[in-house]
């Protein structure tokens, strides 16, 4: 297949943009996408073959750095676990928005990754959410850089340099905004803050103690 038709204008199409995405999803493939952070590697995070092909082409292998994009609590639920009761509202206040949120996983997803806890975040993107809704399980959510250089924003540069390596690119010709997700820990009694993006934890721990 040759590079120009693994090309996709989410704007032109967004319907047919989400079939294809889902198509390679599951069928094991790569491809890049515009999230509510950058542009990202997405993939099926239960292919190992999948993985495989991201951490080569970034260089890189940490799937505890890759986070999770989901759709809803419910399909949360399926692979985490939340014994603090409070957590639940405090959630639905905060997502859809660019907060990753690092989460303790159930027995069963502890043992496929061999991972205790995995960041997740519902993404605040048109795109990403009726791609998420035709899945129903996590997408891996990476940024597009190779190890140790800054993440690329721009659909242009992303597409000659990272083109033969995925099995599709889908871009926007919206302006995107670099937006960098806030962080934080929810594997514990109460919020820890790992990384503040553009919303600000003071803000954001408001939701949470309004439950308390």
């Known amino acids: 297949m040759k590079t120009k038709n693994k090309i996709f204008n989410i704007d032109e199409n967004i319907d047919h943009s989400v079939e294809e995405a889902a198509r390679i999803f599951f069928n094991g493939g790569v491809f890049i996408y515009p999230s509510d952070t950058i542009y990202v590697f997405g993939a099926n995070p239960f292919n190992s073959n999948a993985f495989k092909k991201i951490s080569s082409i970034k260089k890189i292998n940490l799937l505890e750095d890759y986070t999770h994009l989901v759709d809803s ?107 960098k997700p806030t962080v934080i820990d929810l594997s514990d009694d109460k919020p820890n803050l790992l990384s503040e993006g553009k919303l600000k934890f003071e803000e954001i721990l408001k939701q949470y103690e309004s439950h308390i």
């Open 73 to 179: 609590l419910d399909t949360l639920l399926k692979y985490v676990e939340i014994k603090n009761e409070n957590y639940y509202d405090f959630l639905m206040k905060i997502w859809p928005n660019p907060i990753s949120v690092i989460m303790k996983l159930n027995t069963q997803t502890r043992k496929i990754y061999g991972l205790e806890k995995l960041p997740f975040r519902i993404p605040n993107n048109k795109f990403c959410l009726k791609l998420l809704e035709t899945l129903r399980m996590p997408l891996l959510s990476e940024s597009v850089n190779h190890f140790g250089k800054d993440p690329l924003n721009s659909y242009d540069i992303i597409i000659q340099e990272f083109g033969k390596d995925v099995d599709a690119i889908f871009y926007s010709e919206k302006k995107s905004y670099f937006l």
